[in-house]
C-alpha cells in the first residue's frame, strides 16, 4: 500500500468523546484510508507525531465568515486554530440570497459592504465558493434577516401574508441549492418586529426540506427563558432540529441563571432535537445596539461610520470627552461596532461544560479590532479550558469541537477520526496550544497547532506560506430515511 501521507504514533482523540489511543493514520485520495498500531507501507509524506495530540479538523458552527471564504479564501483566521470546516450564514444574517439596492441594513452590514453581496441566489454562492476554494470547507445557513430584506420595504414590522410567500420561495430554492438551513437574529431591530407566526412559516417550509434551525435569540437578557421557549415552539412546530446561537447570561442583572437556562433546554431536549453554541469568553462583541448601552457594562467601540477616530475607545471615555451620557454617544456614533462585557465566567462555564453545547466562534472578520474569539476560539476550549483549569476532559472537548457538530448539522464523512471519513485532520501540542489574541491585541495566530490537513491536503504549518487550499463546499445532506421516522415519531409527542 502507498499512502499519499501516514502520520506516525499520534496520540489520536477521534472526535467521538472516547479514551485516547496511539496509532498510526494513513491517508489516501482525501480521505483517512487505515489506522493502526502499526501501519504498514509507504507514503509519499511520513509525519512524526510521538509526543503530539491528532484530532479532527475542528467544525466552527457559529461564523460570520460568509463573503471572506471568497474574498480571503486562505482564511488565516481559522486554518491556524486548526478549523477545517465553517458553517456561514448565522444570526439571520447571510451573503446569499440577497438583493440590495442600498447600503447593507444593520447587521447585514458585520458582512461587508454593498459591493460585497453579489449573489442574488443561493447558487450563485456556491459557485463563489467552489471557484476560490477556500482553505476550510463550507456549508452554509441562509438568513432571515437577509431574505426579509428582498421582500420588505421597511423591516421594522411583521411580514405581510404576500411578502411571507416570497420570502419562504427563497428559502425553498436555497434549500434545493444545498443550504443546512435557516438562521434568524430575532434580537436585531431588523428582525425584532417580526411575530412569531412569521418565523414559523419559515420554519414549516424549512422542516419540509429536511434543514437546520439556528436562532439568535429574541433577547439574551432579562427575558431570555421566554425567547428559549419561543425558539422551542418554532422549532418543535416546524418539526426542525434547533441550535440555539451563542448561549449567554447578558447583562449583569442576568448573571447566574446559567442553571435555569440549560435546565429549561434539557427539558425541552426530552420532546424535541435541541442543541446550543457558545465561544468560550465572557464578552460578546456586534454592532453597536442602544438597548445594551447601560453603566453596568463596559463597552469597547471597534469601529464607527460617523466618528472613525473614536474606534479603539470605551464608550464611557468617549462619552466623557463629549460631556454627554453614554445613550447620546453611542447615538453619535452609530453605525459602529463594540465589544460588551457583559456576562459571568461562572455562566460561560456552566454553558461550556453542557453536553449539549459545540464551539462557535461567532468571530467577525471585517471588524477593524475584532474580539480575540475570531483568532483564538478553539485553542482557547483545549489550552485554558481543558489542560488549565480541567473544566473538560481533552476528549469531551474535542467531541464539542468536531464529532457532536458533524452531527448535529449532518456533515456525514466528517467530524470524527475512523475508516472512510475525510481526512480533516489536525495535529497539536497539548502543552503549548494556547490562545494568544488578547482584547487589546486581538489578531495573534495561536500556538501549538503544528499541521492541519482539508480532505487530505496539508492546508497549515505554522510560520509557513500555505501549503494547499482544498476546501470543499459542504452541501446539506438528506436524512435516511430511519433518521426521517424517528424524527417524526419524536415530533408526534
Sequence with gaps: MVFDTVIRGAQVIDGSGGPIYTADVG??????????????????EVINAAGLHLAPGFIDVHTHDDINVIDAASMPTKISQGVTTVIVGNCGISASPVHLT??????????????DFCYPKFSDYVAAVIRAQPSVNVGALVGHTAIRNNHMSELERSATAQELAAMCADLRQAMDDGALGLSSGLAYANAKQSSSEEVQAMTAELGRAGGIYTTHLRTEFDGILEAMDEAFITSKQGKVPLVISHLKCAGKGNWNRSEQLLNALELAAKKQTVGCDCYPYAASSSTLDLAQVTNDTDIFITWSEAEPDQAGRYLHEIAQHWQCDLIAAAKRLQPAGAVYYCMAEQDVANILRYPRTMIGSDGLPNDPHPHPRLWGTFPRVIGHYSRDTGLLPLPEAVHKMSGLSAKQFQLNGRGEIKIGNWADLVLFDYQNIRDLATFTNPKQVASGIEYVWVNGVLSYRPGQATPGRAGQFLFRQSPTTDTLLLKEKLYEH
Excluded at 27 to 44: E, M, P, T
Aim: charged share 10%; with cysteine; glycine share 10%.
Design 27 to 44: 491517508i489516501l485520495n482525501g480521505r483517512i484510508h487505515d489506522i493502526a498500531i502499526n501501519l504498514k507501507g509507504v507514503a509519499h
Design 102 to 115: 442600498c447600503a447593507p441594513p444593520d447587521p447585514l452590514n458585520l458582512l461587508g459592504q454593498q459591493h
